[in-house]
């Protein structure tokens, strides 16, 4: 009879965090740029020509909003948009630089 030989065990790798989604560090940049300028989400809204409650869910991250509404909203702050976007690269950057996400970086090559 032939002897059974057990296989290896699959390493597990650590859990990591998924990764920031871009409308929501479109959001999280478009909240701070209005709470700098100290306006309220309806000043902002008005002049970018869109309903309160619409930049509340862009910035929110719960809309993924076109180019043109990203523009608007960006004039309304008096930002261009490669300022807004350099700025959201900013953002992504420093998270992924952040000591939590390069010992998950470090833990995974390890496991490799």
Do not use: F, N
């Not at 699959?10 to 959001?27: H, I, Q, S, T, Y």
């Amino acid at each position: 009879m032939a002897e059974i030989i057990p296989l290896p065990r699959p390493v597990a790798l650590p859990a990591r965090e998924p990764e920031p989604l871009w409308r929501d560090a479109l959001g999280d940049r478009l909240r701070r740029l209005r709470h700098e300028r100290g306006e309220r989400l309806t000043d902002t809204a008005d002049r970018a020509g869109v309903s309160p409650q619409y930049l509340s869910e862009i910035e929110r991250g719960l809309k993924e909003p076109s180019s043109e509404m990203i523009a608007a909203v960006a004039g309304a702050l008096d930002v261009t948009l490669i300022e807004l976007t350099a700025g959201v690269v900013d953002d992504l950057r420093a998270r992924a630089a952040s000591p939590a996400a390069v010992g998950c970086r470090a833990s995974l090559a390890l496991a490799a």
